[in-house]
């Protein structure tokens, strides 16, 4: 298949461009800095020469936007919002314009739509979206926001020969540099991989592997459209996924932090609290029910053959250096 990955060239386009590669696709990849074959330059923003890989291409999986690690600035919410949703539209335009338009566009969204809670997972079907949680600070919802204008510019894309899915994709675990299991390993291995405000909030995650199978999952079956859960079927407190993290690690201790050590943590870090604090409790309810077996489903098992490709890797990979 030829498969085209707007924004293909950070931590998760890596991931799903090795993958699919190795698998003997032809992947082209939009990228605003061309570096080398099989890149197309775009602007993420505006129709160009690039439309001409979607035309005749049988897939199209568009990772695009700016970072969410970063400080919750205004001028980078912005940057967050408008890099989704002008590259989602001008994807689709491409898409509707085309005179062999791909058969399946898959589409990033995120976890983080769902809202921050404790008490029960959230599927596709009976999943609180967030925005109005009382008891959360409320520039939370400003990813929400981001999240719901998202999926909402590909629903409204007119691409009658294409079928539509949103991915509400967890955090993608994978052992390259400078992915964000690089990064909860660091922490792990100084020792200060501990819970964090309690650490009682929910992490969702996926394994890199199951991440690629899904998408490859999603890409042929012609019966499902719309918003699609990627997230492993054991998403677990904080304390006990860095417990997990530790231990495949071989790391005994790691010292708890406040959310106030949280705060100046993530000011050092140049991140923000939301992706530390908030209760992102997500399963894969359609996954599962169509079927989909996943190879990872406890972190646990995860964590240990991560840390294990982990220890194996040579050399950084391209998503750490950008
Ligand atoms: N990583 C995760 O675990 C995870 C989980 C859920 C959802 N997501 C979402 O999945 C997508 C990919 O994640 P990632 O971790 O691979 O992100 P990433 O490493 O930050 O890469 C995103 C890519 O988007 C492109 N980009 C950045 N700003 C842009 C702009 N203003 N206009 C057009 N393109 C822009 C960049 O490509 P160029 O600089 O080459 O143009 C960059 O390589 C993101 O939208 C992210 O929010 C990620």
């Not at 461009?17 to 003997?24: I, P, Q, S, W, Y």
């Not at 099989?38 to 199209?60: L, M, N």
């Amino acid at each position: 298949m030829k498969i085209v990955i707007p924004g293909g060239t950070g931590q998760v386009g890596t991931v799903l461009k090795r993958a699919l590669t190795t698998a003997g696709h032809e992947v082209v990849v939009l990228t605003r800095r061309p570096t080398g074959p099989g890149e197309v330059h775009w602007d993420g923003a505006t129709p160009g020469p690039w439309t001409e890989v979607i035309d005749g291409s049988d897939v199209v999986v568009n990772l695009a936007g700016r970072s969410v690690n970063c400080r919750y600035t205004p001028a980078n919410l912005r940057a967050m919002m408008d890099s989704r949703v002008l590259s989602t539209r001008v994807v689709g335009e491409a898409i509707g314009a085309a005179a062999h338009p791909p058969r399946v566009w898959l589409q990033m969204s995120t976890a983080t739509v769902y809202a921050h809670r404790f008490d029960a997972p959230n599927d596709e079907d009976t999943g609180v979206i967030g925005g109005a949680e009382p008891t959360v600070p409320g520039y939370w919802s400003y990813s929400v926001d981001i999240a719901r204008a998202w999926e909402r510019e590909q629903e409204r894309a007119a691409t009658p020969h294409t079928r539509k899915v949103a991915l509400r994709a967890a955090m993608v675990m994978s052992p390259d540099r400078g992915g964000v299991f690089d990064v909860l390993s660091w922490m792990a291995r100084l020792g200060l991989g501990g819970p964090v405000a309690g650490g009682a909030q929910y992490v969702s995650w996926i394994h890199d592997h199951d991440f690629v199978r899904a998408v490859e999952f999603l890409a042929d079956r012609d019966d499902l459209a719309g918003p699609v859960n990627l997230a492993a079927p054991g998403p677990l407190p904080q304390r006990a996924f860095m417990r997990a993290l530790r231990t495949a690690w071989h790391v005994p201790l790691g010292l708890p932090a406040t959310r106030g050590m949280a705060e100046v943590g993530a000011f050092v870090l140049r991140s923000d609290t939301e992706l530390l604090l908030k209760s992102r409790r997500v399963v894969p309810g359609r996954l599962l029910e169509a079927g989909f077996g996943f190879a990872y489903p406890t972190w646990p098992e995860a964590a240990r053959d991560l840390t294990r490709r982990r220890r194996g890797a040579s050399g950084p990979v391209r998503a750490a250096t950008r």
